[in-house]
C-alpha cells in the first residue's frame, strides 16, 4: 500500500517526519499515512457497502423487538448476555491498573538500573546482563504470565472480560520485550566503544507513550499529528460500541437459538456438516466486526488521541490470492512483531541458515497464543484453532503462495477463510454448551483438557 501523507500535515512537517529509522540496523519504517478504510470509505460504493452492514443491524434490532413482542407481548429491553459477558468489571479494571503499572515501572526499572551496571562496571557487564536479563524474564513469567491468568482463573471471569485482561497481557509482554530488544543494542554498543558521556536511555515518557501507542514496536519517536480531531475520535469510539450490540445480535438470533437446539442431539457427522454450514454466516459476520471494531476503530481512536500518524494498522487482506499474503496482511501490528523479533532473530541467530525452522516458529508460537487466549477466556481445552493453524494454516502458506495470482485464488482463499470460522464457531459453541449441560463434578485439570461435546450428547439422549 503506497504511503498517504496526512492532509493535516504542513509540506515541512511532512517532509520531517517522511521517514523514522529504525536505532540500529534495519527493521520497520514508520510513516505518517492513513488507514486503509478511511480512504476507501470516501468512495461512495465503498461506503454503500458499510451502510448495507448498518441496514443488516436494524433488521437484527427489528428481528429481535418483533419476536419478543410476539413471545411476551411487549417488547423486552434487557441485554442479560452483555451484562453477563462483562460481568466483575470493577475488579477487571483493578487488575488491569496493576498490570499495567507493573509494566510501567518494572521493566523500565530494570533496564535503568543494568544500562548504569553497564557504565560503572565493564568488567563485568556480562554478569550483569545474564542477572538482570534473568529477573527481567521472571518479571515476564510471573508478574504479567502468571498472576493476571491466577486472578482470572480463581475469580471465574465471564468471557468478555477475561478477553480484556488476558489480551492485555499478552500485548504487555510484547510491549516489553520490545522495549528491552530495541533498547539494549544501544546500551551494549555503547559499552565496547565507550565514546560518550553514557548509554542514551530512554526517557520514561518515551516509554509511556509506547505502551499506549498502537504498535508493538518500540521506537523513541513516532511521526505525530499537529492536532487531535475529537469528533473523529468520537466517531470510532461509537463505532467500536455499534459493533459491541452487532455482536450480540448476532449471538442472540443467530449462535444461541442454534446451539441451545443442536447440544441436545446427536453429535455425527451429518449434524456436525449442517453445524459447520449453518455456523459460517455468523462466524464470517464476528470475523467482519473484530476486524473492523478492534484493528480499524478501536486502533484509530487511540492513534487520533496520540497524534500517531502512522496508521497502517491493516492492509488489503481482502484482495489476497494467497495464504502467506492474507497473514502478511491481517494484522500489520502482529505481523510486525512476529517478524523481526521472532523470524528475524532466529535467522540472524542461524545465520540465515533455517528460514523454514524460523517460518515454522513463527506459526507455532501465534497458534500457542491464540489458543492459550480462548482456553482461559472459555474455560476449557479444545485446540480447535491451535490445529487449524499449524495443520491447514501451514498447508496453505506453502500451496497458496505469493506466486497464486488471478481471481480463482481470492475466492479459494476466500472459501476456506470462511468453512475455518464455521468450523470454529460450531465446534467451540458446542464445547461450551456442553459443559453447561454436562457439568464436570469434580473439576481437575484433565477434566480441562477433555473434550465433553463428544459424549454429552450421549448421556443426554439416553436420559431422554
Known amino acids: 500500500m503506497p504511503a498517504v501523507f496526512s492532509p493535516l500535515l504542513s509540506d515541512k512537517e511532512r517532509n520531517k517526519l517522511r521517514h523514522f529509522q529504525p536505532p540500529h540496523g534495519l527493521g520497520k519504517q514508520f510513516v505518517s499515512r492513513r488507514s486503509l478504510l478511511d480512504e476507501l470509505f470516501e468512495v461512495n460504493h465503498i461506503r454503500t457497502i458499510y451502510h448495507m452492514f448498518i441496514a443488516l443491524l436494524i433488521l437484527f434490532i427489528l428481528s429481535t423487538f418483533v419476536v419478543d413482542f410476539i413471545d411476551e407481548g411487549r417488547l423486552v429491553l434487557d441485554f442479560d448476555l452483555l451484562v453477563y459477558a462483562f460481568g466483575q468489571f470493577p475488579l477487571v479494571v483493578c487488575t488491569w491498573i496493576c498490570m499495567f503499572l507493573s509494566a510501567l515501572l518494572v521493566p523500565y526499572t530494570l533496564f535503568h538500573l543494568w544500562s548504569q551496571n553497564q557504565c560503572a562496571s565493564s568488567g563485568h557487564s556480562t554478569t550483569y546482563r545474564l ?52 533498547n539494549a543494542p544501544r546500551v551494549i554498543t555503547w559499552s565496547k ?64 437459538p442454534q446451539f441451545r437446539s443442536i447440544s441436545l442431539q446427536q453429535f455425527d457427522l451429518r449434524g456436525m456438516v449442517l453445524c459447520v454450514f449453518n455456523s459460517i454466516l455468523p462466524g464470517v459476520l464476528i470475523l467482519f466486526l473484530g476486524f473492523f471494531a478492534f484493528l480499524h476503530c478501536w486502533l484509530n481512536a487511540f492513534a487520533e488521541m496520540l497524534r500517531f500518524a502512522d496508521r497502517m494498522f491493516y492492509k488489503d487482506w481482502w484482495n489476497s490470492t494467497s495464504f502467506a499474503n492474507y497473514y502478511r496482511t491481517w494484522n500489520v501490528v502482529v505481523h510486525d512483531w512476529l517478524y523481526y523479533y521472532v523470524y528475524r532473530d532466529i535467522l540472524f541467530m542461524s545465520r540465515k541458515r533455517f528460514r523454514t525452522a524460523a517460518m515454522l516458529l513463527v506459526f507455532t508460537v501465534s497458534a500457542v497464543v491464540h489458543e492459550y ?51 470454529i464457531i460450531c465446534l467451540y459453541s458446542k464445547e461450551w454448551y456442553a459443559r453447561l449441560y454436562c457439568p464436570v463434578k469434580e473439576p481437575s485439570f484433565f477434566e480441562f483438557l477433555k473434550p465433553l461435546s463428544w459424549s454429552c450428547q450421549r448421556n443426554l439422549s439416553l436420559e431422554v
Open 131 to 182: 542477572l538482570f536479563g534473568s529477573v527481567f524474564l521472571l518479571y515476564q513469567a510471573l508478574g504479567l504470565g502468571y498472576l493476571p491468568t491466577y486472578v482470572v482463573v480463581t475469580n471465574n471471569f465471564p468471557p468478555a472480560s477475561c478477553f480484556i485482561i488476558i489480551l492485555e497481557q499478552v500485548r504487555l509482554m510484547m510491549k516489553t520485550h520490545s522495549f528491552v530488544r530495541e
Open 373 to 423: 487466549i480462548l482456553a482461559i477466556c472459555f474455560g476449557f481445552f479444545y485446540p480447535v484453532l491451535f490445529c487449524l493453524f499449524m495443520c491447514f494454516g501451514m498447508m496453505f502458506n506453502f500451496i497458496l503462495h505469493d506466486q497464486r495470482k488471478g481471481p480463482i485464488w481470492n475466492i479459494i482463499m476466500w472459501t476456506a477463510l470462511f468453512l475455518g470460522q464455521g468450523v
Open 193 to 256: 566503544d565507550n565514546t560518550s558521556p553514557g548509554p542514551v536511555v530512554p526517557q520514561v515518557s518515551q516509554y509511556l507513550y509506547f505502551l499506549f501507542a498502537p504498535t508493538l514496536i518500540y521506537r523513541d519517536k513516532y511521526p505525530r499529528n499537529p492536532v487531535i480531531r475529537w469528533g473523529y475520535v468520537a466517531t470510532k469510539l461509537l463505532q467500536v460500541l455499534g459493533c459491541l450490540f452487532y455482536a450480540y445480535y448476532i449471538f442472540v438470533r443467530l449462535c444461541i
